[in-house]
């Protein structure tokens, strides 16, 4: 399943159109120019060094080879998250997590696309079991990396400070900057960064975005709804995850299911209240939370977080619903009932004690995944 997306990439229409726009800034700052003349270049300056490799790959590679390790990097932080609940890579979870993962459309937008979140779906599985081990400079230096591609990973940081790992958090703080001011000292007219592109990340960006995102200040609107007060209430629902993130964290319990659920709800802090948030997003946090399912109590393994699931795979319509105008809705109700269930976990259950999943990963995880999804 997972070739045929990536087959099915190659000859899609908007095939590595996001990625192609940070490569065209990279060859444009290869050739002097300044990467922020490109409107659609919206990363640190740092992102231009990582897109750098790619002006030296023959064309004909590149639209089999974006998909490939855009792919490839989302299912890489799947085994990082069965790793993290000591699932074995070759049991029926990882199978059934794969081939679910594909039917899901965020996942063909992802790859279809190029888009640039996969660093942030492979990087977060590593850096939360970096932390489970002990080593929590790595992973603040892999959150850092992370961010210093794309900044989805910003929230995250917050973790390290409800830990009390402060050199993590320096380290997730200093690896971004030290790569991103490098970069701009070697760039032309690095400051178009904060007169042109801030800007227009923060209004939201354009037309051509705002059909697809899934913040509750943009989509709210929509329904009627005046704009400060959905402001106000995505503001409001993001500091209870926020609230919740370190509620959750101080409850204790299995070490591993707290780094997830309560770096998952700093994450869908962001998705909740940030313009723009895009359905591929979701593939931040869902390895982690579909890996969570082997452990017993898990927020996960509530039937509404499979159920909201359900609008989102490949091929789903409503009757009557445009698929366009409507993308919006579904991808803000994944987001809410993700939030308002792992809300409940954190303030509402009480803890059991650590119950790992077998060795063989195999008959609890595969009912534990139905139970999910």
Avoid at 37 to 64: E, H, N, T
């Amino acid at each position: 399943m997972f070739c045929i997306t990536i087959y099915t990439a190659r000859h899609s229409p908007g095939n590595m159109m996001d990625n192609t726009f940070v490569v065209r800034a990279a060859q444009t700052f290869a050739d002097g120019g300044p990467p922020y003349a490109d409107k659609r270049f919206l990363y640190f300056p740092s992102s231009v060094l990582v897109a750098l490799p790619q002006i030296y790959v023959p064309a004909r590679l590149l639209p089999w080879l974006v998909p490939a390790m855009t792919g490839g990097m989302v299912m890489g932080g799947w085994f990082f998250a069965l790793r993290l609940f000591r699932v074995s890579a070759l049991s029926r979870l990882a199978v059934l997590g794969v081939l679910f993962m594909c039917f899901l459309s965020p996942f063909r937008n992802l790859v279809f696309t190029g888009n640039w979140t996969s660093y942030s779906a492979l990087a977060l599985p590593l850096a939360l079991l970096l932390a489970h081990r002990s080593r929590w400079i790595w992973a603040g230096v892999v959150v850092g990396l992370a961010i210093a591609t794309k900044p989805m990973l910003v929230p995250l940081a917050l973790l390290f400070l409800i830990a009390r790992r402060p050199k993590a958090f320096l380290a997730a703080a200093v690896v971004p900057l030290g790569f991103a001011l490098g970069a701009a000292a070697i760039m032309a007219q690095p400051g178009l960064f904060f007169t042109k592109t801030l800007p227009f990340i923060l209004h939201g960006q354009d037309d051509f975005a705002r059909p697809y995102d899934a913040s509750l200040g943009t989509l709210l609107p929509r329904l009627g709804v005046p704009g400060s007060v959905a402001t106000v209430f995505g503001g409001l629902l993001a500091l209870a995850l926020i609230v919740g993130a370190w509620r959750r964290w101080n409850k204790g319990g299995d070490e591993a299911l707290r780094l997830v659920e309560s770096g998952t709800m700093l994450m869908l802090a962001a998705l909740i209240a940030s313009k723009p948030s895009f359905d591929h997003y979701l593939f931040i946090v869902l390895p982690v939370l579909l890996a969570s399912v082997t452990r017993v109590g898990a927020a996960a393994c509530s039937t509404w977080m499979g159920l909201v699931l359900i609008p989102r795979l490949a091929g789903f319509t409503f009757w009557k619903f445009d698929v366009v105008v409507n993308w919006a809705y579904s991808v803000a109700a994944v987001n809410v009932v993700f939030s308002l269930v792992l809300l409940h976990r954190a303030f509402f259950r009480r803890e059991v004690s650590a119950q790992p999943a077998q060795s063989n990963a195999d008959a609890p995880a595969a009912n534990d995944l139905v139970q999910a999804v």
